[in-house]
C-alpha cells in the first residue's frame, strides 16, 4: 500500500511556464513534508519542504502548498526554467529522524 | 565538506552471487539510512541508523540482506544471495540536525 501517492507521472512544460506536482497521504502522523529534486545520475537533494502548521511555503521560483484536511500537498515551479528538468519526489516523515516515505516521482521536462 | 558517498556506483552480478555496498557518510552524522528505488517506483526506506546501532529495520526486504555500521561510520549492505528482484539503485542517506537527510549518488544494481 502506497502511502504518498503521487502524480502526475511526468510533465512536460515550456519555458516560462508553470510546473504543478501533487501529492497526497493517508498518515495523519506526517508532520513534515519535503520535496526532492534528482538530476540524472545524482542522488536526490531536498529542495524545499514545509510543516503543516502551515499553508504555504516560498522559496525563490519554488512554492509548497499544503491542505491540511484534505491530506494533499503540491509544488509549483513558476516561470520553469530548461534547468529545472529532473525527477521530482514528494516524501513524508512521521517524527524527528524517522524514515522518509516517498512518492513515485515526476519526471520534468521543460522545453524551449 | 564532502557529501555523502557510496560504493560501487555500478554492479553488475548473476543471480546467486553476492554484492556489498558501501557508504560513507558525511563527517559527524550520526543518522544514516538506506533507501532503495526499483525502477519506476518509489524511494522505499530500507533501515536506520543510529552511530553504530539499528534503529529500525522494518524495510529491509528479507534475511538475505545484511546491513553494518561500523563504529558508527561507513556502512555497508549485503545482498547474500542476490535475486532478480533485488536490481534497483540503492541510497545511503545521512543526518545531523535529525531533519534533513543528505542523499549519496546511488548504487545501480543489476542481477542478471
Known amino acids: 500500500q502506497q502511502q504518498v501517492k503521487q502524480s502526475p507521472q511526468s510533465l512536460i512544460v515550456q519555458k516560462g511556464g508553470i510546473s504543478i506536482i501533487n501529492c497526497a497521504y493517508e498518515n495523519t502522523a506526517f508532520d513534515y513534508f519535503p520535496w526532492y529534486q534528482q538530476f540524472p545520475g545524482k542522488g536526490p537533494a531536498l529542495l524545499i519542504a514545509i510543516r503543516p502548521d502551515v499553508s504555504e511555503k516560498k522559496e525563490g521560483r519554488f512554492t509548497i502548498s499544503f491542505n491540511k484536511s484534505a491530506k494533499q500537498f503540491s509544488l509549483h515551479i513558476m516561470d520553469s526554467q530548461p534547468g529545472d528538468s529532473a525527477t521530482y519526489f514528494c516524501?513524508?516523515?512521521?517524527?524527528?529522524?524517522?524514515?522518509?516515505?516517498f512518492g513515485t516521482g515526476t519526471r520534468l521536462q521543460v522545453t524551449l | 565538506e564532502a557529501g555523502v558517498t557510496q560504493f560501487p556506483s555500478h554492479s553488475v552480478i548473476e543471480k546467486g552471487q553476492t554484492v556489498t555496498l558501501r557508504c560513507d557518510p558525511i563527517?559527524?552524522?550520526?543518522?544514516l539510512y538506506w533507501y532503495r528505488r526499483v525502477m519506476g517506483k518509489e524511494i522505499k526506506f530500507l533501515l536506520h541508523?543510529?552511530?553504530?546501532?539499528?534503529?529500525?529495520e522494518s524495510g529491509m526486504p528479507n534475511n538475505r540482506f545484511l546491513a553494518e555500521r561500523t563504529g558508527g561510520t561507513y556502512s555497508t549492505l549485503k545482498v547474500q544471495p542476490a535475486e532478480l528482484e533485488d536490481s534497483g539503485v540503492y541510497f545511503c542517506a545521512s543526518s545531523q540536525d535529525r531533519v534533513q537527510q543528505f542523499f549519496g549518488p546511488g548504487t545501480r544494481l543489476t542481477v542478471l
Open positions: 516524501a513524508a516523515q512521521a517524527g524527528t529522524a524517522s524514515k522518509l516515505t
Open positions: 541508523f543510529v552511530k553504530e546501532s539499528k534503529q529500525d
Open positions: 563527517s559527524g552524522h550520526d543518522n
